[in-house]
Nanobody
Framework: QVQLVESGGGSVQAGGSLRLTCRKT????????MGWFRQVPGKEREGVAG???????????DYAESVKGRFTISQNDAEYTLYLNMNSLKPEDTGLYYC??????????????????WGQGTQVTVSS
C-alpha cells in the first residue's frame, strides 16, 4: 500500500499557474504508475496526466487532450514526489485534484480504475 499526500492547490485567475505536489511513502518497487485526476460535482473522475515508471525512470507520459501543451507531469523518484505543473489555467480546469498510484504496470495511465492508491485531494479553482 502506498500513502499519498497532495498539496499545492488554490485559487487563481484564468491564465495563471499552479504546481501540485504529491508525496508518496517510500517503496522499493521500480515499476509503477502514477497519475493526476480531477473531479467536479456531478461528473466522473477523469484522468488529467499520468506516467508509467519502469526501472525507476519514466517510460510513458500521457495527458488528457484538454490539458496537452499546458500541463506537465513529472516525478522525482529519489524524493518520492510527483508533480503537476499547470499553466494557462482555464475555468474548466477547476476541480478537486487527486494523486493516484499503482504498483506494477497499467494498461492506461489515465484510467481511474487502474489505480488502487489515492490521496485525499487538493482543490483547484480558476476564476474567469
Amino acid at each position: 500500500q502506498v500513502q499519498l499526500v497532495e498539496s499545492g492547490g488554490g485559487s487563481v485567475q484564468a491564465g495563471g499557474s499552479l504546481r501540485l505536489t504529491c508525496r508518496k511513502t517510500s517503496h522499493s518497487v521500480t515499476n509503477y504508475a502514477m497519475g493526476w485526476f480531477r473531479q467536479v460535482p456531478g461528473k466522473e473522475r477523469e484522468g488529467v496526466a499520468g506516467i508509467a515508471i519502469r526501472g525507476g525512470t519514466t517510460s510513458i507520459a500521457d495527458y488528457a487532450e484538454s490539458v496537452k501543451g499546458r500541463f506537465t507531469i513529472s516525478q522525482n523518484d529519489a524524493e518520492y514526489t510527483l508533480y503537476l505543473n499547470m499553466n494557462s489555467l482555464k475555468p474548466e480546469d477547476t476541480g478537486l485534484y487527486y494523486c493516484a498510484a499503482r504498483v506494477g504496470l497499467v494498461a492506461d495511465v489515465l484510467r481511474p480504475d487502474e489505480y488502487d492508491n489515492w490521496g485525499q485531494g487538493t482543490q483547484v479553482t480558476v476564476s474567469s
